[in-house]
T-cell receptor
Framework: LAKTTQPISMDSYEGQEVNITCSHNNIATNDYITWYQQFPSQGPRFIIQGYKTKVTNEVASLFIPADRKSSTLSLPRVSLSDTAVYYCLVGERLTGGGNKLTFGTGTQLKVEL | EAEVAQSPRYKITEKSQAVAFWCDPISGHATLYWYRQILGQGPELLVQFQDESVVDDSQLPKDRFSAERLKGVDSTLKIQPAELGDSAMYLC?????????????FGQGTRLTVV
């Protein structure tokens, strides 16, 4: 079981870059790393996904070292609206098909003025 | 934009009563997940379907919880009887295929309060 470990909370200020690191020492060869964002009273929302090296989209970047035992979500120039819980997930293949999505406790990011 | 639909959004029920939640995934999504999220914690997977088949229900309290996805489309999660500790957000998610490199889409959830 590929478990993930993240910091419980992080604080930042508007305009700063925020980096949240997740460790997943037991990641399997075929597993992708996915990050979700969740606001209070809403379902999680997909942010970014990667397998190795670096992935960038319009909202974030994901850095994955060669050993893939960790990953770092980078949020450039955060704003108050980025205050949310961020989850790092690693896919786990199931015998009957499909991939299990196991959430950890996540990282509560608080952005202040 | 296609969404995962869940109903009801809010439900208050008395303990020992039965309660049911409904989820309509995005069309064409073969994988469907039900999660329970207690306030302040991450979502906990209850059951996962691949089409109409259950592929993981290891965390589902089977003495009181049941889930079905009869035609491989929409799904129902039932609790009978409800207990005070079942108060939580129940989230449904769907995914296009059963592979790890596609994103899962979540519904808005059903907030259950057991009194």
């Amino acid at each position: 079981l590929a478990k993930t470990t993240q910091p419980i909370s992080m604080d930042s200020y508007e305009g700063q870059e925020v980096n949240i690191t997740c460790s997943h020492n037991n990641i399997a060869t075929n597993d992708y790393i996915t990050w979700y964002q969740q606001f209070p009273s809403q379902g999680p929302r997909f942010i970014i996904q990667g397998y190795k090296t670096k992935v960038t989209n319009e909202v974030a970047s994901l850095f994955i070292p060669a050993d893939r035992k960790s990953s770092t979500l980078s949020l450039p120039r955060v704003s108050l609206s980025d205050t949310a819980v961020y989850y790092c997930l690693v896919g786990e293949r199931l015998t009957g098909g499909g991939n299990k999505l196991t959430f950890g406790t996540g990282t509560q990011l608080k952005v202040e003025l | 934009e296609a969404e995962v639909a869940q109903s009801p959004r809010y439900k208050i029920t008395e303990k020992s009563q039965a309660v049911a939640f409904w989820c309509d995934p995005i069309s064409g999504h073969a994988t469907l997940y039900w999660y329970r999220q207690i306030l302040g914690q991450g979502p906990e997977l209850l059951v996962q379907f691949q089409d109409e088949s259950v592929v993981d229900d290891s965390q589902l309290p089977k003495d009181r919880f049941s889930a079905e996805r009869l035609k491989g489309v929409d799904s129902t999660l039932k609790i009978q009887p409800a207990e005070l500790g079942d108060s939580a957000m129940y989230l449904c998610a769907s995914r296009r295929q059963g592979v790890s490199n596609t994103e899962a889409f979540f519904g808005q959830g059903t907030r259950l309060t057991v009194v």
